[in-house]
């Protein structure tokens, strides 16, 4: 008999060996800091402009309020937004397969699954919470295409998970 939520999801052979969730905290990454200078700078002449045309008169300087809140949400989003997908995502790992489900506004809920296979390659990232990585997505961007890792991101057991996507593995070998 398959857990609740599970029927016609999980083959008849196929086990729940382990779930959790991510690290929800608010994390600063070298990448993030790139975009929080240019969103700052962005921001920051909005409101100088604004300013300036505030001290014109009329009304004119409301039309820097959309810049300085792209400017915001350009420093500030990615940082808020990735703690926000985190804390509405759940990992689970079978005999078989990993999946990562998410709940987020728009996208609406959706459960991704990932064979795991003796080919599948792992990557272990130390750390506290740790992550680990099992596949790669190519999301389409303005002008290319560019590939993600996919995995089960700031875990705080990584390593003993870790040990149980390498069972799976030897298993399925």
């Given at each position: 008999m398959k857990p609740p939520g599970w029927q016609g999801i999980l083959d008849d052979n196929e086990e729940i060996i382990w779930q959790g969730r991510p690290d929800g905290r608010i994390v600063l990454r070298a990448g993030n800091i790139f975009m929080i200078l240019f969103g700052l700078a962005f921001a920051g002449f909005a409101l100088v402009w604004m300013i300036l045309?505030?001290?014109?008169?009329?009304?004119?300087?409301?039309?820097?309020?959309?810049?300085?809140?792209?400017?915001?949400?350009?420093?500030?989003?990615?940082?808020f937004f990735s703690a926000y997908r985190r804390r509405n995502t759940w990992y689970t790992l079978t005999s078989k397969r990993a999946f990562?489900?998410?709940?987020?506004?728009?996208q609406g809920k959706r459960l991704k699954s990932f064979p795991i296979t003796a080919d599948t390659s792992l990557e272990l990232e130390q750390g506290d919470p740790a992550s680990i990585y099992f596949a790669s997505e190519i999301r389409r961007g303005k002008n290319s295409n560019y590939q993600v890792r996919v995995g089960f991101e700031r875990i705080p057991d990584g390593a003993e998970v870790f040990k149980k996507f390498r069972d799976v593995q030897e298993s399925a070998a």
């Open positions: 045309a505030a001290s014109a008169g009329g009304f004119l300087w409301a039309f820097g309020l959309v810049h300085f809140g792209v400017g915001l949400s350009l420093a500030f989003g990615s940082l990562i489900a998410t709940n987020l506004p728009i």
